[in-house]
């Protein structure tokens, strides 16, 4: 299966920013719906955020919207999540993913999975 490739992450204080890349190497993703998905310790993977293979549309889960952005560039067949005032509760390791179908990518139907980064903030 092919993968996307992370980057980012890390740790930060409650109140603090970070963000992540997903980048698709050699593979053209501007067909495809891009979203990341989080799995906290011991709990499942959930979704976190998605967007339409151009970018004009977003989806965000409640828990994350209004301080979570997701965004695309199709020139760098990349896509990006920035995360601010983060909480301890976004403590996971985050999924970027892509799939054809942006309503089957929200449910995790995915075509395509990152390697996950893990996302830590201290409280």
């Known amino acids: 299966q092919a993968q996307l490739v992370e980057s980012g992450g890390g740790l930060v204080q409650a109140g603090g920013s970070l963000s992540l890349s997903c980048a698709a190497p050699?593979?053209?993703?501007?067909?495809?719906?891009m979203g990341w998905f989080r799995q906290a310790p011991g709990k499942e993977r959930d979704f976190v955020t998605a967007?339409?293979?151009?970018?004009?549309?977003?989806y965000y889960a409640d828990s994350v919207k209004g301080r979570f952005t997701n965004s695309k560039n199709n020139a760098k067949n990349t896509v990006y999540l920035q995360m601010d005032s983060l909480k301890h509760a976004d403590t996971a390791v985050y999924y970027c993913a892509a799939g054809r179908q942006l309503s089957e990518l929200k449910y995790g139907l995915a075509d395509y999975w990152g390697q996950g980064n893990r996302v830590t903030v201290s409280t």
């Open positions: 050699g593979r053209t993703f501007s067909n495809y719906a």
């Open positions: 967007i339409s293979g151009s970018g004009a549309n977003t």
